[in-house]
């Protein structure tokens, strides 16, 4: 986390879409790009960041 908000390496659940990710760059400071945790697939927009919930923080950006 950083500034309290999810950073880049941090595990999230994606409230817009009820899946678990991992945030792989932030862009600009506010379009999170997100991969899923296991499994592979497409990578994806958060459509909304205030609806990221941290459920493991990465430890960087601290």
């Known amino acids: 986390m950083k ?3 999810p950073w880049v390496g941090d595990r999230v ?3 817009v879409t009820g899946r678990k990710a991992i945030v792989t760059d932030v862009r ?3 379009i999170y790009i997100l991969r899923p945790v296991a499994g592979g697939g497409a990578f994806w927009e958060a459509q909304d960041p ?4 941290v459920t493991e923080p ?5």
């Open 50 to 53: 205030d609806r990221l919930t």
């Open 58 to 62: 990465s430890g960087g950006g601290l």
């Open 13 to 15: 659940r994606d409230e």
């Open 3 to 5: 500034d309290g908000k």
């Open 28 to 30: 600009k400071g506010s």
